[in-house]
């Protein structure tokens, strides 16, 4: 099968809001009136961004979900992706059930997939999602305020639950493994929540390398600090109570797990009743897990109030 | 150094056009009333687009170049780009000379980086490029028309010269040869002809895999054939007339080399002066080498006006 043949019959559908979608030089674009565009890319390397044993059809979930997760963090609505990929091979097998799970995850969404490019390489998958926020209403990182209150949405550090069973690192009950992994494989961008969010959020950003990481770049654009309360982040961890497991071991992975897709970000905390409204609305979970301070730090408390030494790093590609 | 780092000293500089550049979870972009938004990725992988042996500043230049073909084959205007990169390792006179070839290229078309992704992992590059086309003004493949003229800019072959030096299938002087290599490691995307065809062709496509795959596309999406003359392609290899070589290797490179970046654009005859006007603008040489005709096949005449037979095929991937 050639490259034309292997897009037509995997990745050419109409699109159903783009002038132009896959199949000319470029797709076309009727941007609507008042509204800006967001624009977020992420490419997914196999060893790094998953592992050889994924499904294709998780796989092609995570590659469009992890780009969602940067629309949501901002706020905006979902339209339209492009899609790059690196195949070793034509195999079509993976092409039908990677297809099919980046088509079942933009459906849920309403997201057109316009263009893209095919080539043989290493595996390299590569999106481009493009999403709309009406003019000025973007949720940033730079706007979090002294006293705000920081929530996270969801759960976090299941995902490396998962990656450390896979690296045999540790051993868990099969149906915990099998959410965790869930959590690691088939994420899920909290893109009704980024929405709900707007006018309420003071900033947000989603978090990919670990809560500790994506904050710390909202403390660094807003330049504020934080104190985060041990207490409220222990049963983030949606595994934690099956798991015996030492509270340190829990709280780093809740801090600097990884691969959450989740949404930090911050509100007045005069509006406390409109954030969890706004999760209701959303049906996603959200939690308070600290706040905003004076300063550049970033300080811990245990669960009796007292700041706890830690030595957490986050996510880098290249460290 | 570390990913952030590695962003902040090479890839992040103030947006002059974005709304919010580099360095948050989406770019934010503010469509202009009246225009229409074009869109295109391209990815590139070592031992397929690049050889391992070209400079990071020529890489950096052909990333964005390739990517700036594709809007110009649209007629669209050149706004912004997204980068993501996976590289084995950091190595910063990499990133310096890749970066410097991009920022060339960019600032010539005001073209703005705002935002992309890095990673590690076998080396990757994939831009996605955004421009801007008043509505309804974007150049398509599925315009040309019974009887229209059939043109390309610029020089066709050139590249697959230097690259067969490269295989060592083929020997040339030193000043052929660097000639040849310039076409291959710096294409000139046409980006003005695009610009100024609008309103005039009727189709048009960019010619990356070839004149006559490319070609074949805008047929396809036409629903017509057309007649080529052999007398017209022949002098369009620039080193062509340097060079000993049997006039059937000639004319293959001319129609299925690749790697070109030239637009191949259809026009009604009775605009033959206003498109000549267009190529004097831009400053590109535009050459016409057949017509348009009814049903769907693609006929080669020889310099005395016979049908030549051909067995050329176009670049394919995964052929």
Not at 166 to 190: C, D, I, K
Request: with cysteine; charged share 20%; net charge negative.
């Amino acid at each position: 099968m050639g490259e034309f043949d292997l897009i037509d019959r995997y990745f050419k559908r109409p699109a159903a809001q783009a002038v132009l979608g896959v199949g000319d030089d470029c797709a076309l674009w009727a941007p609507r009136a008042g509204m800006q565009l967001a624009l977020s890319t992420d490419m997914l390397v196999e060893g790094r961004h998953f592992l050889s044993t994924v499904s294709p059809e998780a796989l092609g979930h995570k590659a469009l979900a992890v780009n969602l997760s940067d629309l949501a963090a901002c706020g905006a609505k979902p339209c339209a992706f492009l899609l790059s990929l690196a195949l070793p091979r034509v195999d079509e097998n993976w092409l039908a059930g990677f297809s099919k799970g980046l088509w079942t995850l933009a459906d849920q969404f309403h997201c057109d997939l316009i263009g893209g490019d095919t080539t043989q390489g290493p595996l390299n998958l590569n999106i481009t999602v493009m999403g709309e926020v009406p003019a000025g209403q973007a949720l940033l990182r730079s706007g979090a305020q002294v006293g705000d209150d920081i929530y996270v949405s969801g759960h976090l550090g299941d995902a490396r639950v998962a990656l450390e069973v896979f690296r045999g690192n540790l051993s868990v009950p099969t149906p915990v493994f099998e959410a965790a992994r869930l959590r690691m494989e088939r994420p899920t961008p909290r893109v009704a929540l980024g929405q709900a969010l707007r006018g309420l959020a003071t900033s947000a950003a989603d978090i990919s390398d670990g809560l500790l990481g994506d904050l710390s770049h909202i403390l660094k654009a807003s330049h504020v600090g934080a104190v985060l309360e041990a207490a409220r982040l222990m049963h983030l961890l949606a595994c934690g109570e099956e798991l015996a497991l030492p509270m340190q071991d829990q709280l780093r992975w809740i801090l600097t797990g990884g691969d959450d897709y989740e949404l930090v970000f911050t509100a007045p905390a005069a509006l406390r009743e409109q954030v969890t409204q706004a999760g209701v609305l959303a049906q996603t979970p959200v939690t308070c897990i600290g706040h905003i301070t004076n300063g550049s730090g970033l300080t811990l408390l245990d669960t009796e109030g007292q700041p706890l030494a830690h030595d957490f790093v986050s996510f880098d590609h290249f460290a």
